[in-house]
Antibody
Framework: QVQLVESGGGLVKPGGSLRLSCAAS????????MTWVRQAPGKGLECLSY????????KYADSVKGRFTISRDNAKNSLYLQMNSLSAEDTAVYYC?????????WGQGTLVTVSS | DVVMTQSPLSLPVTLGQPASISCRSS???????????LNWFHQRPGQSPRRLIY???NRDSGVPDRFSGSGSGTDFTLEISRVEAEDLGVYYC?????????FGQGTKLEIK
């Protein structure tokens, strides 16, 4: 069965950096576009970025462009999100998901808290 | 960005009764491949969202047939024929046609 497991969240100071990981299993990871979606506490859902199977196509939302970098390692069945210059507005649960147009499977999420 | 507008934002329901949620997009959601990427998700407190309906009207595996999706272009609807206790939570529509893909504000389904 498809499984997506995020890790790497935690408490970070404003201006700091964090790298999130998403371990995929139960499907051929290298065949699928992957994406990151976040949800601020008590708020709605926001698509942040997606990456094509070969990493040849990458998109970002304006809210994270220039600060966040999405990447993947198909040999390790893993998706990543490097987050720099973090601010309080980036505090959220971060989810990885499969197929950005359809979001058919989601991980359990990892909480990122940006606070001094 | 495409704005997704859901209504109502709060939906008090009686168990066993029907419920309906509307979702309108600020642009047509018909993609160049002919598909309309309008999806519906359900989220319970403390859980990840779960997809219920994809491409307007296709029910996901394991989703009860009391859930149905309809619509076209810019107007879409999620209907629950008879609400059960497990259906409570927040429902989101989401468009996957125009990047950046966007969600509606969410509709909270709660007991009347």
């Amino acid at each position: 069965q498809v499984q997506l497991v995020e890790s790497g969240g935690g408490l970070v100071k404003p201006g700091g950096s964090l790298r999130l990981s998403c371990a995929a299993s139960g499907f051929t990871f290298s065949d699928f576009y992957m994406t990151w979606v976040r949800q601020a506490p008590g708020k709605g859902l926001e698509c942040l970025s997606y990456i094509s199977p070969s990493a040849g196509s990458i998109k970002y939302a304006d809210s994270v462009k220039g600060r966040f970098t999405i990447s993947r390692d198909n040999a390790k069945n893993s998706l990543y999100l490097q987050m720099n210059s973090l601010s309080a507005e980036d505090t959220a649960v971060y989810y990885c998901s499969r197929d950005p147009r359809l979001l058919d499977y989601w991980g359990q999420g990892t909480l990122v808290t940006v606070s001094s | 960005d495409v704005v997704m507008t859901q209504s109502p934002l709060s939906l008090p329901v009686t168990l066993g009764q029907p419920a309906s949620i509307s979702c309108r997009s600020s642009q047509s959601l018909v993609y160049s491949d002919g598909n309309t990427y309008l999806n519906w998700f359900h989220q319970r407190p403390g859980q990840s969202p779960r997809r219920l309906i994809y491409k307007v009207s296709n029910r996901d595996s394991g989703v009860p047939d009391r859930f149905s999706g309809s619509g076209s272009g810019t107007d879409f609807t999620l209907e629950i024929s008879r609400v059960e206790a497990e259906d409570l939570g927040v429902y989101y529509c989401m468009q996957g046609t125009h990047w950046v893909f966007t969600f509606g504000q969410g509709t909270k389904l709660e007991i009347k």
